[in-house]
């Protein structure tokens, strides 16, 4: 073998061995138990599906925590969260912001909904500082179906809408829609408010399309073994500061 085509085949074997080795694109899911997976079977989370639509070349964490809110005297604020720092702490290459349910509720959005703009700029800026190369898609929140439940409700969720739209696009930031893909279709949902696992696979698409630019075409892999029943989200809608949703 010639010395030149050796060289060409050492280059090669090098290319090929470095994208194997090359550290995958870190993906940080941050949101309340919509995020976290409550409503679909182990594995069935957006994060986790996302996960198995983009591959082997991301790595994708959920930092989801239920109850929490965005508001910052909210009854659970996201930044008081270990999940916040450890969100920060990770650094991620991409992340994916979706809060807003909790904060409908009337014992937060009531005394506090004119703060939730001021609020959701000062989490942006949190996560870009972990990270100045960060591209941060902020989510429109999902839809919440017919009265909701655990106080958590639609019309709130309609005007977070434009105040979400408004900060991406001040700020020029990167939008995810996950309320037009859930609207209008209550079967996918475990209790109006938390999507089951087909919900969550929608969410999943939205985010896989706005990562990559594509349709997401499938198949993936599935988690091994049968799918389990997703844990029953709390029957009660009677408010307090823990309430998980």
């Not at 290319?15 to 550290?23: F, M, N, P, R």
């Not at 790595?59 to 270990?82: C, D, I, M, W």
């Not at 799918?227 to 500061?241: D, E, G, K, M, Q």
Request: a negative charge; aromatic letters at 8%; glycine letters at 8%.
């Amino acid at each position: 073998m010639s010395r030149p085509l050796l060289s060409l085949v050492a280059v090669c074997s090098f290319l090929i061995v470095s994208s194997a080795w090359a550290d995958p694109v870190h993906v940080a899911c941050v949101g309340d138990s919509i995020t976290y997976g409550t409503g679909a079977a182990k594995g069935w989370d957006y994060p986790s599906q996302l996960q198995r639509m983009l591959g082997p070349g991301y790595e994708v964490r959920n930092f989801g925590v239920g109850g929490a809110t965005l508001l910052r005297h909210g009854t659970k604020p996201y930044e008081k969260q270990s999940a916040f720092k450890a969100a920060l702490d990770y650094k991620a290459d991409i992340a994916i912001l979706l809060l807003g349910a909790n904060d409908t509720t009337p014992h937060n959005w009531a005394p506090h909904g004119a703060e939730f703009e001021g609020d959701y700029r000062w989490l942006v800026g949190q996560l870009q500082g972990s990270n100045p190369a960060l591209k941060l898609f902020v989510c429109r929140p999902d839809w919440v179906a017919g009265a909701g439940r655990y106080h958590i409700n639609e019309p709130v969720i309609e005007q977070q809408i434009p105040i979400i739209d408004r900060v991406a696009s001040s700020m020029n930031l990167s939008e995810i829609d996950m309320h037009a893909p859930l609207e209008g279709h209550p079967e996918d949902f475990f209790d109006t408010v938390h999507p089951n696992n087909a919900g969550a696979a929608l969410m999943a698409k939205a985010a896989y399309k706005a990562i990559t630019g594509n349709d997401f075409q499938g198949p993936y892999v599935t988690p091994p073994g049968p799918t389990p029943a997703p844990s029953p989200a709390p029957a009660s809608p009677a408010p307090s500061p823990a309430e998980a949703h």
